[in-house]
Structures are given as C-alpha cells and as structure tokens.
C-alpha cells in the first residue's frame, strides 16, 4: 500500500484543500539538463553550491548532496549562520549575484548553485537545485532519491511537511493566541499530521518503504525545524504531545547518525547549535530535552 493509500489525500478534514501558494519567483531559475543541448549539462567539478543551515532548503540540499556522495562532484560550501548582509544575504554570494545579473540590487540569499565555468548562478531555487541533483548526478552505487512513479507522494508528504507540521506549528506559537484556540486550530494540525506519519513508520522503515527518498529528507528536516525553532515557542504540554510520537523521533534520530545527515547539521560546534537542550518553558522532562538528542 502506498503511502497516498494509506494516508488519503493530504487534504485530510484537518486541512483545508491545497491551492499553490502564490511566491515570489526566485531570482534566478536555470536547469541542469542530460546533455550538452541543454547549456547546462551535468559534468564533475563543473558547478558549486552555496548553503546556509539555518535555512530549511539548504538543509535539504547538504542532506541530498551528502546521500549522493557528491562531495568532490558538486563541491558545497557551508556559509555562516548569521547572514552578514542586508536583506539576509551574504558577502561572500555578492560577487556572483552582480556577475549574474546587471546591478542586482536584491539580497545576496542562499542557496545558490553556480557555474564555475563562467563565474555566474544557475538557480537560486531550492526544488528545483533538489531535483536535478537527484537525477542529473546520481550514481549506480547509491540511493534514488526519486523513484520512478514516487512523485505524487513525494509531493504530497512535502504538502504535509509544509502546512501540516511546519505551518501549523508556526501558527500555534504565535504571540497572543490563546490556549483554547491553540488546541483546536493549528496544534490539532500539527498533532494529526505528527500522528500520521507516525503510524507509516510504524510499518515501514522510511516514509515511502524500505528504502530512503527525498521524502525521508523533507521529513527530517521539517522535524529538525520542528525541534530546533517551533519548539521555542510552544507551551510544555504541546511539546509533551509532541514527545510522545516516539517511532516518529526515534527514526528521526536514526537518521541523524547517517553522516549525511549528520554532516549537515554539524558545523564544528556539534548538533547542539541546532538543536538547544532546554525550551522555553518546559518543566516536563520530555518538553525540556531536545527531541532529536533525547533518549526515548
């Protein structure tokens, strides 16, 4: 049974019909296609990724990279946490950004994948850079990330990622909102959505069998976001509801010790900085303990 099977659509009741968000189109929005015909052509040492951590796209993009042992292919470059320009760009990134386009003004953002035969950006969006890394640069020797006939689920735990967990937890901490409406708006999302994948993990390995995709890599990370930032936010009782889909955690922290996985979140000073031991608040031990670094 496939996960879509199992799920139902993610529209469940809970969440109201997905209608694609409206964004701003990304600055820059090249392909890497199969041959020369395309201009840009997958080949080794040709092109270069710049990330940032704090960033949930440019997690998922060092996590990919990492499972592609694209590390001398594709070479990635880690930029500091804190954006040391304005409009949360960086220095380093500038230089690129005006090579690419005349007096860009905007910020100087991550991710970016360049060319490094003429010194100018590729893409700037991160699906895009997600998805061609994954079937561009993939090697016989490790993981499809894409399966064939997976895009409709992979979309679709991406929906549930975005509004169901990701959303949902953002709304529920909002400054103002009272705990009655917190239980029955956003944290019912939030729960529902947390419970649903805990019970495909109950029966699988990873989310979409018995082999990691993309799918597993939008989930970590979306759970990473979960516990390094809206956790921050959300009163002990939420956190103890959310300790407690421990198969959720406890695949989370198996994935964590992929050292794909783990290299992206290690910086030099170690998981910590992502992932801070105390929250806001907690008195429960299960609230008080990072759920990626808590024993369960």
Do not use: N
Request: aromatic share 6%; hydrophobic share 40%.
């Amino acid at each position: 049974m496939s996960v879509i099977q199992h799920l139902g659509p993610y529209a469940p009741p809970y969440l109201a019909p997905f209608v694609p968000p409206t964004t701003a189109r990304p600055a820059f929005s090249g392909r890497i296609g199969q041959d020369v015909r395309s201009g840009h052509y997958p080949v080794p040492h040709r092109y270069r990724l710049h990330v940032a951590r704090d960033c949930p796209g440019c997690l998922r993009i060092a996590v990919t990279h990492g499972l592609l042992g694209l590390q001398d292919t594709v070479p990635l470059t880690f930029l500091p946490a804190t954006p040391d320009a304005p409009g949360g760009g960086y220095t380093a990134l500038r230089a690129l950004y005006e090579a690419s386009a005349h007096q860009y003004a905007g910020p100087a953002a991550a991710p970016v994948l360049s060319d490094r035969w003429t010194g100018r950006i590729v893409s700037t969006h991160a699906p895009d850079i997600l998805r061609d890394l994954a079937l561009r640069f993939r090697c016989p020797d490790r993981p499809d990330l894409l399966p064939p006939g997976s895009d409709a689920e992979i979309e679709a735990i991406g929906d549930l990622c975005a509004r169901g967990i990701d959303d949902a937890a953002r709304d529920a901490g909002q400054p103002g909102l009272d705990a009655e409406a917190a239980r029955q708006g956003p944290l019912v999302v939030l729960f529902a959505a947390l419970g649903e994948l805990e019970s495909v993990l109950e029966r699988q390995p990873y989310v979409l069998g018995d082999t990691v995709t993309a799918a597993d890599v939008h989930v970590w990370v979306t759970l990473v976001h979960l516990d390094t930032v809206h956790r921050e936010q959300l009163d002990p009782a939420a956190l103890d509801r959310i300790a407690a889909h421990r198969t959720l955690w406890s695949y989370a922290q198996r994935l964590s010790v992929h050292p794909a996985f783990a290299s992206a979140l290690d910086d030099g000073a170690g998981h910590e900085r992502l992932s801070p031991l105390t929250s806001c608040g907690a008195q429960a031990e299960a609230g008080s303990q990072s759920f990626l670094t808590s024993k369960r």
